[in-house]
């Protein structure tokens, strides 16, 4: 399973990169403004730093504005994938960006039907949030779980992004899913990392050498 990071900021993808474990990065407009500049000097940053897919999301909600506004990121880096919000007029571009030879991301995925519409567009990479599920209570597991099945049932080629990841565990999850990408926050990369006993048994064995010597 690959793993992206889900922020726009820099510092935390030159980390995450240097750790060797992240095959790509999601920005969504939140995340952008959160880090301010120029939007697409950072993306272009943020392409030297990783080698693989950098998602970048388009502002406007009609299928014309979509397109160009499509053309204009995609122009930055040929790693630059747009992400499309799930909605008629978003589908509709990601048709047009295909055609184009422009790679979509369809953002804001809540259903299994939306995810089936999206990958019938012909989206390159669809996003389902299943943090954002499961904050309404409802399991956002149980829909990767969902779209994985039935997708690996007809052969789709569009890959399956799980999004709003919370804590580690969702990754587990994901990944029993099958999902072919989890999008994670910085922190939880972070928390990945760690288990107590890792910590005690190095500590033990770095005293115990102590002792011998
Ligand atoms: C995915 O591409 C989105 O940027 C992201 O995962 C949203 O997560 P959130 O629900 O934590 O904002």
Redesign the pocket.
């Known amino acids: 399973m690959k793993l992206?990071l889900?922020t726009a900021n820099l510092q935390e993808i030159q980390q995450a990169a240097a750790w060797g474990v992240i095959d790509g990065v999601?920005?969504?407009p939140?995340?952008v403004a959160k880090e301010g500049g120029d939007f697409p000097s950072r993306l272009a940053q943020i392409c030297e730093l990783v080698k693989g897919p950098v998602?970048a999301e388009v502002l406007a909600t009609d299928t014309k504005g979509m397109i160009a506004e499509a053309k204009e990121l995609a122009a930055i880096s040929p790693q630059i994938v747009i992400?499309i919000p799930m909605t008629a007029d978003g589908l509709q571009a990601v048709a047009a960006l295909k055609e184009e030879g422009i790679r979509c991301?369809v953002?804001l995925i809540f259903s299994f039907n939306q995810a089936l519409l999206a990958a019938k567009a012909g989206a390159a990479y669809i996003?389902p949030?299943l943090?954002?599920l499961d904050?309404l209570g409802h399991d956002g597991v149980q829909l990767v779980q969902d779209i994985c099945h039935v997708f690996q049932h007809y052969n789709f080629t569009t890959k399956i992004?799980a999004?709003?990841?919370?804590h580690p565990l969702h990754v587990l999850q994901v990944a029993q899913a099958g999902a072919h990408i989890a999008?994670l926050?910085f922190s939880v990369l972070e928390k990945m990392f760690k288990h107590p006993l890792t910590d005690q048994g190095l500590e033990r064995f770095l005293a115990d050498w102590q002792k011998m010597k």
């Open positions: 992206f889900d999601t920005t969504n939140t995340l998602s992400k991301n953002t996003s949030f943090g954002r904050d992004i999004a709003s990841i919370r999008t926050p």
